[in-house]
């Protein structure tokens, strides 16, 4: 059984990554097994929803290890074995990357980078956060995790060891509870819609833009200025995101915008 390729692809700017899932999706048709895609980003990830939507030969089933993951992996399955889901093994598991932070502090790109160092297969890692001054945890493949555990190196001056978990075993980030943000602004401009959404001040936000720590759409944005549109997500590490619902103009010239915080 083939998928409709030309489809799928058309106007994508993800065609390479595209047609390795459709030769994955191909493979869980023709042999009748689930298949499991590498950790894909929150960008691919829309557009093979919005790519696979209206397919009704073929089932998705995406996963990232707790809820509001952003990397996740696809399990491709035949739409009559979607009754089998409770037993399907889902091959994720996670990973504990210790060492003390106390007086050096690192981001979550710094904890990417070294595992990437240590055992360089980037689309086997999935989301990865900060345990406070104690390092960090990530979730991986299986087989990823098998590779690297019980292995010792440095993160700047720091040294870490790191050990392969089970997910119920993971401290998982916080599941904050979505609300509602109404607010009015002089403009749309990013940090401003940042400022009001995640209650911080503007120098704030525009230190955490300086530092890489904020996304629009899940791309990196380094521009305070840039303006922000009904779709919108933006995204603040540590924060969760904002996604934009609605803009309207007030008669005093002003903008009246609904945020959805999550």
Known sequence: MRLPKEKILYKSPFRNELETLIHLAEKALNERVATWSPFLSAQLIEEVKNKFNNLNDISLLFEGGFPRAERKRIC????????????????????????????????????????????????????????????????????????????????????????????????????????????VEASTRIDAIASAGFGLSRSKITTQIKQGCLRLNWVLNDQASKSVNIGDLIHLEKKGSLKILNIDKTKKERWRIKLLRQ
């Open 76 to 183: 491709f399955l035949r739409p009559e074995e979607e009754m089998n889901l409770p037993s399907i093994n889902i091959p994720i598991k996670g990973l504990y990357i210790k060492g003390n932070f106390l007086f050096d502090r690192a981001k979550q790109s710094d904890f990417r980078d070294v595992l990437h160092e240590l055992h360089p297969q980037a689309d086997e890692i999935g989301d990865i956060w900060l345990i406070r001054d104690r390092g960090a945890q990530a979730i991986c493949s299986e087989k990823y995790a098998d590779s690297i555990n019980q292995k010792n190196g440095k993160l700047r001056e720091v040294e870490i060891s790191i050990q392969a978990l089970d997910l119920h075993e993971m401290e998982i980030p916080f599941n904050r509870p979505e609300k509602v943000i109404n607010t």
